[in-house]
Nanobody
Framework: QVQLVESGGGLVQPGGSLRLSCVAS????????MGWFRQAPGKQRELVAF???????NYADSVKGRFIISRDNAKNTVYLQMNSLKPEDTAVYYC???????????????WGQGTQVTVSS
């Protein structure tokens, strides 16, 4: 069973920074795609950024130049460094993992429980 546990959300002032973390278990971490999505009230869930096992990354236009996604395969952890935060970044942020479940060989598309990020003065 794949489990994703996020941490690092909170309240921050505009222009501030936060770093989100997501620890994955039950998945072959070194051979998967890890991503961060977010969902603001009344809006659909949207992709923020993703990183593949080789380290290539992709970002939504709205966060390019401000957010950085990274991964530590030794710790089975993916990070989202968020800088120059804006009120419109306020949302619940979800970790996502797409890959092979360890020990089963089956494909999994899994989500964390989400962590709230609020940008407000």
């Amino acid at each position: 069973q794949v489990q994703l546990v996020e941490s690092g959300g909170g309240l921050v002032q505009p222009g501030g920074s936060l770093r989100l973390s997501c620890v994955a278990s039950g998945i072959i971490f070194s051979n998967n795609v890890m991503g961060w999505f977010r969902q603001a009230p009344g809006k659909q869930r949207e992709l923020v950024a993703f990183i593949i096992s080789g380290g290539s990354t992709n970002y939504a236009d709205s966060v390019k130049g401000r957010f950085i996604i990274s991964r530590d395969n030794a710790k089975n952890t993916v990070y989202l460094q968020m800088n120059s935060l804006k009120p419109e970044d306020t949302a619940v942020y979800y970790c996502n993992a797409k890959g092979i479940v360890a020990g089963t060989g089956t494909y999994s598309d899994s989500w964390g429980q989400g962590t709230q990020v609020t940008v407000s003065s």
